[in-house]
C-alpha cells in the first residue's frame, strides 16, 4: 500500500513537474519554459528574439532573500555566459538576462543555477 | 568754359568703367577663392576624417578586438559568439560605428553586430586581401551595390575602415568598422568656416579699402585725359586758324603789293618799248615806287616769317622782337606806343610768354577791334622777400567784346596763354566790354 502511494506520489509529481516545464507562449514568439528545482525553488526560462538576436531569461525563486546562487546558460552545448546572484525582496528570486547570437538552425539554451549552501539545483533548457 | 565742361560730363561712364572692372575683378576673385577653400576644405577635412576612422579602428582593434578572440580556432561557436558580440556591442557602444565585421582570408564573415551576415561568404576585394596579406589599414566609401553591403544600404553613404588582425592561432583576421560618411561632411563645413572668412573676407576688406583708391585714381587720369584732349583740340583749332590768318595775310598784304608792283612795273616796261618820247621823270617815278612796293612787301613777309617761326627770344632781344611785332600796326595807320623796362634780366621763359602774349593782343586787335591805339607796357617789379614779377599790359581802344560771355573761337589764344601763365607760376587776366577797348595783363616771374 505504502509502496502503491509512494509511486502513486511520484507519478503525481513527475506529471506535475511535466506539466509545469511545459512551453507556455506568452507572445507568438516567445518560448517561456518553468520548472521546480531539487529543493523548494522554481526555476524560469524565457527566449524571445531581439533584432536578429535572442534575449534569454533565466530566473530563480526561492521566496528566500539572500540567498547567493551560482548560475550557467549554455548554447548549444558551450558555455555562453555565467555568474553569481543574490536572491532580493519581495519575492527572494533573481534573474538573469543576456542576449545571444541566432545560429543559424535550432537553438539550444540550458539554464542552470546552484545554491552552493544547500545544494539545491535549477536546470532547464529550451529550443528557439 | 563750355569747351571744357563737355569732355568732363562726358568721361564720368569713362571713370566708372574701370571702377566697376576691378570690383567685378575683385567680387570674381573672392568668388573662385570661397570655391578653391571650399574645395580644399572639403579635401583637408576628408583626409583628415578618414585617417581619424583609421586611427579608431586600429585602436579598436588592439584594444578591443583582439583580446576578445577566443584561444585558438576564432568563434566556432555559437557561445563564442555569444560572448563576443557582447563585449564588442558593450566597447563599441557610443563610438560612432554603425557596422562590425570580422572576416577570415576565404570572405567568411565569422562576426557581425548584423547577425545574418554571420557565416555568409563573399568575394573579397583586392584592397581588401592585400591588407590580410601585407597588414595596414585602409579605407574607402562603401559600395552599396555590392551583396556584403546589403544591411547597409538604409544607412545612406557610409565609410568603411578596414585592419588587419591576427587569432589566438596566428590566423589573419580583417577587422571591418563602418561609419557615417555625414561625419566627414560635418568636419568639412566646420574646416570650411574656419577658413571661408580669412580668405574671402580677406579680398572683400582690400576690396573695400582700394577701391576709393581706384575710384580716387580714375577721376585723376579721367581728369589729365580730358586736359589732354581739350589742349589737343584748342591747339588744331589755334593751328587751322593760324594757316588762314598767314594765307589772308599774304592774299590781302604781300601779294597785293607784288601785283601793284608787277603792274607798275609792266607799265614802265610798255613806256619804254613805246615810240612816244621816254618820260625820264615819270620812269623813275615807276620805278622807285615798285622799289618801294618790294621794299614794303620784304618788311611784311620780314613780320610774317617772325609770327610763324619766331626768333629765339631770350630778355635782351625782347624790344627788337616787339618792335617787329608792332610794326605792321604802325603800318596800319594805328597810333603804337611803347614802354619797355630794362628786360636785359628777364628769363628766356618769362621773354618767350610776353612775346607769345603781345602777339595774341596785337593780332586780335588788328584783325578784330579795329583800334585807333595800341599800348604796349613792360614792367619788372622787384620785391624783397620774393621773386621778380613781370607786368605785361597791352590796351587797346578799339570795339572790346563781352568778358563774361562763352568765348568763340578765336579766342582760344588767350585761354591758351592762360593756361601757360598758370603754368609758368603767373596770370592772365582779360578786362574788355563792347566798345570800351580791351586791356590784357600778364604777370609771370621774371
Known sequence: MNRTLAVGAFALSGALTLSLSAPALANDAD???????????????????????????????????????????????????????????????????????NAPGTDRVVWRARNPQTGEVCRGSLRF | ???????????????????????????????????????FSQRAAQDEAVQDAKSTTELLARAVVVPALPSGPALTSAAELDRFDRLIRRRLRGADVLRVKLWDASGTVL?????????????????????????????EVSDLSKSENVYER??????????????????????ELYYAYDDVAVRAGRVRGAFLPIAVGGILI??????????????????????????????AQASDAERRRIARDLHDGVVQDLAGTSFALSASARDVAGGTPLDRGRLRQGLEDAASGVRHSLRSLRSLLVEIYPPDLTGPSLPSALDDLLAPASANGVDVSVELADTSELSDAAAGLIWRTAQECVRNALRHADPRTVRLTLAIHHHLDAPALARLE??????????????????????GLRDLATEAGGSLVVTSSPAAGTTVVLEVPA
Not at chain 1, 524560469?44 to 530566473?59: D, F, H, W, Y
Not at chain 1, 550557467?72 to 533573481?94: E, I
Not at chain 2, 562576426?111 to 601585407?134: H, K, N
Not at chain 2, 597791352?394 to 568765348?407: L, R, W
Open chain 1, 31 to 101: 518560448v517561456i519554459k518553468r520548472g521546480s528545482c531539487t529543493g523548494a525553488s522554481d526555476w524560469k526560462l524565457k527566449a524571445s528574439p531581439e533584432n536578429g538576436r535572442i534575449e534569454v531569461e533565466g530566473e530563480v525563486d526561492s521566496n528566500v532573500n539572500g540567498q547567493t546562487w551560482r548560475w550557467r546558460l549554455r548554447h548549444n552545448g558551450d558555455l555562453s555566459a555565467r555568474g553569481v546572484a543574490v536572491t532580493k525582496p519581495p519575492s527572494g528570486s533573481f534573474d538573469v538576462r543576456r542576449l545571444m547570437v
Open chain 2, 1 to 39: 568754359m563750355s569747351a571744357t565742361e563737355g569732355p568732363t560730363k562726358t568721361a564720368r561712364p569713362g571713370r566708372r568703367r574701370p571702377v566697376v572692372q576691378f570690383v567685378a575683378v575683385g567680387l570674381v576673385l573672392a568668388s573662385a577663392l570661397a570655391v578653391l577653400t571650399g574645395w
Open chain 2, 111 to 139: 562576426y557581425s553586430d548584423e547577425p545574418r551576415l554571420i557565416g555568409q561568404q563573399f568575394e573579397l576585394a583586392d584592397e581588401q586581401r592585400r591588407v590580410l596579406a601585407t597588414g595596414g589599414t585602409d579605407a
Open chain 2, 154 to 175: 538604409p544607412l545612406g553613404r557610409v565609410l568603411e575602415v578596414y585592419t588587419r588582425v591576427e587569432g589566438a592561432d596566428g590566423e589573419p583576421l580583417m577587422f
Open chain 2, 206 to 235: 582690400f576690396l573695400v579699402v582700394t577701391v576709393p583708391l581706384v575710384w580716387l585714381l580714375a577721376r585723376r587720369l579721367d581728369e589729365a585725359s580730358s586736359e589732354r584732349e581739350r589742349l589737343l583740340r584748342a591747339a
Open chain 2, 394 to 415: 597791352i590796351a587797346d581802344d578799339g570795339t572790346g567784346f563781352d568778358a563774361g560771355q562763352p568765348s568763340d573761337s578765336h579766342h582760344f589764344g588767350l585761354r
